[in-house]
């Protein structure tokens, strides 16, 4: 087995005639047998890495190997070896949650004799056996998606392709889904996972690159990326919105970086918290204002985000948002 | 939860042309399954043309006056035909939605024939025709359909009609993978399918059209085939019609064949 399941290299990939450059020079090294993870808001250009890394899309210039095959030269050979569950459940909801797998394993290739009892296993696996027999038009959103990822997993695949796995599940739905994602990179599948989630990133992920617009502009473990932050953050709740203002004022230099001031809520990244967290309670107390809260807590990955790109992870960016999804001149062939 | 078994995946030893055709039987199954689960979309394949049947028999078949053949007789074998033109809206509006809600994406990441979406979806749009022709055929009869032509030709005039309706879904295909969403797709082909078949000899017979439409109502392929098909059922002269419709079919499946193909592969 090659040491990275995938290595990208220089890949560019422009819209619209070289308008849009949806990837602008993306290097990737995935390691085998873990979760890597491609965070970034939407138009980052993360779902176009996935297209071209799954064979679905060419890239315009840059190479690209899968578990050491090329994905232009040799596209049908990657096809094998991998498994893709998308941004939106890409199940056929017509179909039963078991018909649905039959025909994943028959597309797949794979022999009868392997798929039905593959097939019960991950409907038991997913807690979908109850719903095997009904179509998936009847399914909550978190069973499609569970589906969806049964779906990538028929073949058992080494490695899987997971885009932004939980965008609009429930909490208890993502929490079900992080836990069957741990349980496979347990049994040695690796996973490139996309994510505007940072917290989800966090918790999966153990090495990450950040993407903006289709630049990479950080990598590192998460625990390296909210190291270069300063250790801590000092939240501080006014009464009001006047006093947060005043407040801030008063406390701003035992920051070296501006504060987040949202409402009545201020943040600042601070190196030492207990310390700046006294010396900044002593000077509201002398000012006669009031908090109604302070907090000590170490720096998510938000913040790294905010401090990177000045724009919340959630903030769609500006600009060549729904690119991947309407422009698609030129695709791989097969 | 249940642990992973540790079988590994078993991948059949085929020739690429027997994964093609398996592809291909896997994608149309799963095309006629949706259709019968679809209540819209039975209602539109089979209780349609029944409507059709029973509204031009007893509704305005008493004001058509055919000469020297029953209305009903006349009737049947056009309304055949224009149940299998209607039936390629839905390989459009099928071929819409497969593309737009993603599932031609995941296709995309298989191992499968690239070609069997295509050809899946315009198999199991003939597969539903066949058995719409069934279907017609039986309650034509119930309602005094006597066709004189013979069993043989009976069947010829099926598989004309089959060729021809197959051959022209490749141009459905072309719309579905063209139009923005279902909706728009459904919207272009009613009309291109409305002229075709309304301005034809399906219904009524072309000289009693005005003359103005009559040299497009006389010589557009559904006339011919239609002409081809009542001549072929009721063992009256077809003419050239015969020769006619199949080149119309052969020229149909030439051009909107291929340009089907290099729309799927641009846009899938």
Redesign the interface.
């Known amino acids: 087995m090659p040491e990275f399941a995938v290595e990208a290299l220089n890949i560019v990939r422009t819209f619209k005639d070289g308008e849009v450059r949806a990837l602008d020079d993306v290097t990737l090294h995935v390691p085998q047998s873990q979760v890597f993870g491609l965070l970034g808001p939407n138009g980052s250009g993360k779902t176009t890495m996935v297209?071209i890394l799954?064979?679905?899309l060419l890239p315009t210039s840059g190479t690209a190997t899968v578990n050491g095959v090329d994905v232009v030269k040799h596209p049908?050979r990657i096809?094998?070896s991998?498994g893709?569950a998308?941004q939106?459940a890409?199940v056929?909801e017509?179909?039963t949650g078991a018909?649905n797998l039959k025909?994943?394993g028959?597309?797949?290739?794979?022999?009868k004799?392997?798929v039905v009892?593959?097939s019960k296993?991950l409907l038991?696996?997913f807690?979908l056996t109850h719903a095997a027999n009904r179509?998936v038009k009847t399914y909550s959103g978190g069973m499609r998606r569970r589906l969806d990822l049964a779906?990538a997993l028929v073949?058992?695949p080494p490695l899987l392709f997971l885009d932004e796995p939980t965008t609009g599940l429930d909490p208890q739905s993502r929490q079900d889904l992080w836990?069957?994602i741990e349980?496979l990179v347990e049994?040695g599948t690796t996973v490139l996972l996309t994510t505007q989630y940072l917290e989800e990133a966090d918790r999966l992920a153990k090495q990450l690159v950040v993407l903006d617009h289709g630049k990479i502009i950080a990598e590192g473990t998460s625990q390296q990326l909210k190291t270069r932050l300063g250790n801590t953050v000092l939240v501080l709740t006014f009464l009001n919105t006047a006093d947060a203002k005043r407040g801030e004022e008063l406390i701003r230099d035992i920051s070296s970086q501006p504060a987040n001031v949202d409402g009545t809520v201020v943040e600042f990244t601070v190196d030492r918290g207990p310390v700046a967290a006294a010396d900044a309670l002593r000077r509201i107390d002398a000012a006669n204002i009031t908090l109604s809260g302070l907090t000590i807590r170490e720096p998510s990955l938000d913040d790294v985000f905010l401090n990177l790109t000045g724009h919340k992870a959630e903030d769609p960016a500006p600009s060549d948002d729904d690119v991947t999804a309407t422009s698609?001149?030129r695709?791989?062939?097969? | 939860?249940?642990?992973?078994?540790t079988?590994?995946?078993?991948?059949?030893e085929?020739s690429s042309l027997r994964?093609t055709i398996?592809?291909v039987i896997?994608m149309a199954k799963?095309n006629l399954?949706?259709l019968v689960?679809?209540p819209t979309s039975l209602v539109f394949a089979v209780i349609q043309p029944i409507m059709f049947v029973l509204l031009f028999r007893y509704v305005f078949g008493g004001e058509i006056k055919i000469p020297g053949v029953s209305f009903v007789n006349y009737l049947i074998p056009g309304i055949l035909v224009q149940t299998m033109l209607f039936g390629a809206v839905g390989t459009a509006i099928g071929l819409a939605e497969d593309l737009h809600?993603?599932?031609i994406?995941?296709?995309?990441?298989?191992?499968?024939a690239?070609m069997?979406v295509l050809a899946g979806r315009t198999v199991s749009d003939l597969v539903r025709n066949v058995g719409v022709l069934l279907v017609i055929t039986v309650v034509g009869f119930a309602i005094d359909f006597r066709p004189h032509g013979g069993v043989p030709d009976y069947i010829a005039a099926c598989l004309l009609m089959l060729t021809f309706a197959y051959c022209v879904s490749w141009g459905f295909a072309f719309i579905g993978l063209a139009a923005p969403n279902s909706e728009t797709a459904q919207a272009i082909s009613f009309p291109v399918i409305f002229p075709l078949t309304f301005a034809s000899a399906i219904f009524v017979q072309v000289s009693s059209m005005p003359g103005w439409l009559r040299p497009f109502a006389n010589n557009q392929p559904v006339s011919q085939v239609t002409e081809a098909v009542r001549g072929l059922m009721l063992g009256t002269p077809t003419g050239s019609s015969v020769w006619v419709a199949l080149a119309w079919s052969v020229g149909a499946i030439v051009v909107l064949g291929p340009l089907a193909t290099s729309r799927y592969?641009?846009?899938?």
């Not at chain 1, 695709?331 to 097969?334: D, H």
């Not at chain 2, 994406?105 to 499968?112: G, N, S, T, V």
Request: proline share 4%; glycine share 4%.
């Open positions: 297209r799954s064979t679905i049908d096809r094998r991998i893709l998308g939106y890409t056929d017509n179909l018909e025909m994943i028959s597309l797949n290739h794979l022999e004799s392997f009892p593959r296993e038991d696996q807690g179509t779906a073949a058992k836990a069957i349980e049994e698609q001149s695709k791989a062939s097969s | 939860m249940t642990t992973i078994s079988a590994r995946p078993v991948r059949s085929r994964w398996s592809d896997t799963r399954l949706a689960r679809i809600r993603g599932l994406e995941r296709f995309r990441a298989l191992p499968m690239r069997a592969r641009k846009v899938a």
